[in-house]
Structure formats: C-alpha cells, structure tokens
C-alpha cells in the first residue's frame, strides 16, 4: 500500500493506493477521531475540524483532514500509526 501527503484549501488530504486494506483505514479514522490513538500530537488533533474517509475506486481511498493543519504534521502521524 502507498501513501501519500497532500496540502489542500481545507487541510490535509492522505492517499492509498494498492492493497488497500479498508477496515484498517476506517479503523485508524475511528481510533483518532475518538482520542484512542497515540499517533497524533495533541496539538495537532486539536486543529483538525473533520476527519472523513472517501473511496475513491476499487484499491484507492483518501482520507480528507479538515483544518489549519500542516502535510508535515499528518506525515509524521502516519508514521507512528500502528494501525497501518
């Protein structure tokens, strides 16, 4: 599975592609929007407005970050997350 980072007007989007796994994306998105993960500084949890998942096609998924976040934070996030 590939990752990638990108800044957009609204915050931060993250891209997988290739074996994505869905129940692991939707899982790591309902751990931190419920506080139960351990990824994320607070700070940085505390600029996030919404935290949603779009399936974009078969293999490919994004997850949309609303809020005055930075690509730096959320790529630091992703790799200390132990769900993916």
């Given amino acids: 599975m590939q990752k990638?980072?990108?800044k957009t007007t609204q915050?931060?989007?993250?891209?997988?592609?290739g074996s994505v796994d869905k129940a692991?994306?939707?899982k790591m998105v309902e751990n931190c929007s419920q506080?139960?993960?351990?990824?994320m500084q607070e700070d940085t949890k505390r600029k996030i407005?919404?935290?949603k998942v779009e399936e974009l096609s078969e293999g490919e998924m994004k997850i949309v970050l609303t809020g005055d976040i930075d690509k730096s934070e959320i790529e630091e996030a992703i790799k200390h997350s132990k769900v993916i």
């Fill in 49 to 51: 407005k919404e935290m």
């Fill in 4 to 6: 990638s980072v990108s």
């Fill in 24 to 26: 692991k994306i939707f």
């Fill in 11 to 17: 915050g931060v989007d993250i891209n997988f592609t």
């Fill in 35 to 39: 506080g139960q993960c351990d990824c």
